[in-house]
């Protein structure tokens, strides 16, 4: 009796696919002092906001918020998701960007934590799929 694990890609079970935001963002557009640049990397404005982004990417490098998250939190059209593309921006090309709206989680066709799941393995690229086999 052995168990064997499958890796493969997540493919997405939601209905439709919402169309990419914020494809014009390219970092946090900081100075090397740490500073928010006015007008840089796609972001404008929000300087206070982008500064304390910068520091959680500082946190994110040296490995101090590990196992921790972050919640950005502000009215509608703040740039909340901006600010948050952002940082995985500056954080490189490996670190994966899965936006998604609290409809999505509150929808009454599938169940919470199932909507929750998916976003999580989208967000680590793979799903472990346990297979046993029978003798």
Known sequence: NSDVMKIEEVQSTTKTQRIATHTHIKGLGLAEDGTALPICA?????????????IVVDLIRSKKL???AVLLAGAPGTGKTALALAIAQELGVKVPFCPMVGSEVYSSEVKKTSILMEN???AIGIRIKETKEVY
């Open 120 to 122: 999580c393995r989208r």
């Open 42 to 54: 796609g972001l404008v404005g929000q300087e206070k906001a982008r500064e304390a982004c910068g």
């Open 66 to 68: 590990a196992g921790r």
